[in-house]
């Protein structure tokens, strides 16, 4: 099915008219839902991330887009993942093939989740979430999906700045503002962790979540921490 640009356009303006007026959560639900009516998808979802600097569900159209929204927080890997981490469209033609993400590949083995996009959503240039949709089958995703798919994280954009001037973001707003004061240090960490490891970004990341993890710290302080020590031990300091 080919994209209509007009019948983009109308369902962006529809969504930006609503944004002043609603909650974040329902305002994030319709994007969601909105993706579905006009993309040759299955299911969409949005994602923010947490104080540890990790994706969390928020809204999603369907059980399988917040069962793949879940899966990927777990495993810590998967297209919506690296589309954060990267900060760039991020995108897998069958989920069940690809070799760069086992584990999340293998959580969901029976949910008929197949083709993958994940499309970062900013605030000020900065990454703080995802908007991430989905097939149940195996199809490539084209240059104009891509391009179509970034107008709508342009809105999830404009919805959770306007609900945090509204003071509409309700738990949303801590978490938001954490991602947004720590993104530079985190990714000071994670280059770091490439220089020092040979590693690649989504791997150095998954090191500095999980030592935050094991020591019940943020993430930010673990990537300080590295930065002044070159050590992942909150402890080292």
């Known amino acids: ?30 994007i969601a839902k909105a993706c579905v009516d006009l993309f040759d998808i299955r299911g969409s979802g949005i994602m923010v ?20 929204e879940i899966a990927e927080s777990t495993t810590g890997q998967g297209p919506c993942t690296t589309a954060f981490v990267l900060n760039d469209v991020v995108a897998s033609d069958d989920l069940t093939a690809d070799e760069r993400w086992p584990e999340l590949a293998e959580a969901m083995s029976s949910s008929g989740v197949r083709s993958i996009l994940g499309v970062p959503v900013r605030l000020g240039g900065v990454p703080i979430g995802t908007l991430d949709v989905y097939r149940d089958w195996v199809q490539p995703w084209s240059e104009r999906e891509r391009a179509g798919l970034a107008r709508y994280a342009d809105v999830v954009e404009a919805t959770l700045a306007a609900s945090l001037l509204a003071h509409k973001a309700g738990e949303l707003a801590e978490q938001l503002q954490y991602a947004l004061d ?4 985190i990714e000071r960490g994670v280059g770091y962790l490439m220089a020092r490891d040979g590693i ?5 990341f998954r090191k500095l979540r999980s030592a935050a993890r094991s020591s019940r710290t943020k993430i930010g302080a673990v990537a300080e921490t590295v ?3 070159g050590e992942l031990s909150i402890d080292a300091r």
């Open 200 to 204: 690649d970004a989504v791997a150095a």
């Open 49 to 68: 991330a947490d104080q540890q600097n990790v994706t969390r569900y928020v809204a999603a159209s369907d059980g399988p887009g917040r069962a793949l």
């Open 1 to 30: 099915m080919s994209l209509d640009g007009h019948a983009l356009d109308e369902s962006l303006r529809v969504l930006a008219g609503r944004n002043a007026v609603q909650d974040v959560v329902p305002a994030l639900e319709d």
């Open 227 to 229: 930065l002044a020590t």
């Open 182 to 185: 720590y993104r530079i240090v």
